[in-house]
C-alpha cells in the first residue's frame, strides 16, 4: 500500500468518522430507542463515542503517515498503517457492533483491546521505522 491509498483510505475513514459522530450527536438515542436498545443507553454511547474518537484519531493517523512517508523508507510505515486499519476494524468495530447488537454480543468486548494492541503497535512500528531511518 503505497502513500497514496493510504491517503485515501485515511481521508474516507475520516470523512466515514465525522459522519458517524454527527449521528452519534444528533441520532443514536433515538435509532437505539427504535432498535430497543433503550437498556445501558449511556453505556451504548459511550461506546459509540469511544469507537468514534479512536476510529478518528488514526484516520488522522493515516493522513500523517502518508506526509512523512518521505522520512520513513521501507515498510514501516506500509506496517503502521496496517496497524491502524487493523485496529479501527477491531477496536472501533467491537464498539460499534456492542452499540447496536443485543446483550448477547457484549462478549465482543473482548476483541476489543486487541484493536487497542495494534493501534499500540502501529504507533511503535512508525517510532522504530523513523528511529533506524531518520
Do not use: C
Not at 9 to 25: C, D, E, P, T
Not at 30 to 58: I, S
Not at 94 to 122: C, E, H, N
Request: proline share 1%; glycine share 16%; net charge positive.
Amino acid at each position: 500500500m503505497g502513500s497514496k491509498w493510504i491517503v485515501v483510505i485515511g481521508a474516507l475513514l475520516a470523512a466515514g468518522g465525522v459522519g458517524l459522530g454527527a449521528f452519534g450527536a444528533h441520532g443514536l438515542d433515538k435509532a437505539l430507542a427504535q432498535m430497543g436498545r433503550e437498556a445501558n443507553l449511556a453505556q451504548r454511547m459511550a461506546w459509540f463515542e469511544t469507537g468514534v474518537r479512536y476510529h478518528m484519531y488514526h484516520a488522522l493517523g493515516l493522513l500523517a503517515l502518508a506526509a512523512i512517508a518521505g522520512y520513513t523508507p521501507g515498510g514501516g510505515m506500509r506496517a503502521a498503517a496496517a496497524m491502524f486499519l487493523v485496529g479501527i476494524l477491531l477496536f472501533s468495530g467491537s464498539l460499534y457492533t456492542m452499540t447496536f447488537a443485543s446483550d448477547a454480543w457484549r462478549k465482543l468486548g473482548m476483541v476489543t483491546p486487541l484493536g487497542g494492541i495494534a493501534f499500540i503497535a502501529g504507533w511503535v512500528t512508525l517510532a522504530v521505522s523513523a528511529w533506524r531511518h531518520g
